[in-house]
């Protein structure tokens, strides 16, 4: 069965930041009644260029996510994606266990390589070179893992270096909460889902996703892991007028398993209701 997720990528609806707490309530218990199994915000610190650029409203992604957990009962909950610059690993992985624990067990780790700069450069936070930011990742799936195991002990990285792993109290999903890593880098980012990831995040229109699952698979086979474990997700935009039904059937026949999409006027709840009322069920 496909399930469906919502991205909450914009914050500067008329009244915002004055109402943003109970437009934001209205949007997730709107979504979860519709039928919608995920909810998602973007992680960063300013507005990306492409959706209006940094003087409109953006919020920090695990602060929006904890009130999220607060109004709503069963969707999933989780940044699409954590820049893995963005937070150290340690408090990533006390930030994500809180969110699960507050939530129920409804939390993803989620990461993603980073990539803008600028509001790395705005707010002081370093930005090493891609290669190092794939091994960054790595260590912090590593720490993030010990950390929700048996073992507080040191974790000794090139980058990061722990004295104690210890996290308390542990999350409430087991093993642990699902890890997901965004991004359609067939080398890197692919390689990195087959030997890490509990689900990956692609984006591209059905031709796309068959090749870059096939890479995917090529992976998986390389490292040992079983393909069919790993949920694929793929991110897009639900503009008005476009076919959702059509768009949904594409992309699940290319083997996408959980369709995110994001909406405009979505404060408005109408996109919302209509996946409730028209797209959702056409899937059940």
Request: proline share 6%; aromatic share 10%; glycine share 10%.
């Amino acid at each position: 069965m496909l399930k469906f997720g919502l991205q909450i990528p914009w914050y500067s609806w008329d009244g915002a930041p004055d109402n943003t707490r109970t437009v934001l309530r209205d949007i997730a218990q709107t979504a979860e009644e519709a039928g919608f199994s995920s909810i998602w915000v973007m992680d960063h610190f300013f507005q990306l260029e492409m959706i209006g650029g940094p003087a409109l409203d953006m919020h920090e992604s695990f602060t929006t996510l904890g009130y999220l957990a607060g109004v709503t009962e069963k969707v999933t909950l989780g940044p699409l994606v954590t820049g893995v610059t963005y937070r150290h690993p340690g408090l990533l992985a006390k930030q994500v266990t809180t969110l699960d624990v507050v939530s129920g067990g409804r939390a993803w780790l989620t990461l993603g390589a980073a990539w803008f700069e600028r509001e790395h450069l705005g707010l002081g936070v370093h930005f090493p070179p891609l290669k190092e930011r794939f091994e960054r990742m790595e260590e912090t799936i590593e720490i993030a893992l010990q950390m929700w195991s048996e073992n507080d002990g040191p974790y000794k990285g090139k980058h990061y270096q722990l004295e104690e792993t210890l996290c308390v109290p542990q999350p409430i999903q087991k093993p642990h909460p699902p890890i997901m890593i965004g991004g359609n880098g067939e080398k890197k980012t692919l390689r990195r889902v087959a030997q890490f990831a509990d689900a990956c995040n692609l984006f591209g229109d059905p031709n796309e996703i068959r090749r870059l699952l096939d890479v995917l698979k090529k992976h998986c086979a390389d490292v040992g892991r079983d393909y069919e474990a790993i949920e694929k997700t793929r991110l897009a935009t639900a503009f008005p007028g476009m076919d959702l039904i059509e768009e949904c059937k594409g992309v699940a026949e290319a083997g996408i398993q959980h369709v995110i999409f994001n909406m405009p006027d979505v404060d408005k709840l109408d996109p919302i209701k209509h996946f409730g009322t028209e797209v959702i069920p056409a899937f059940r």
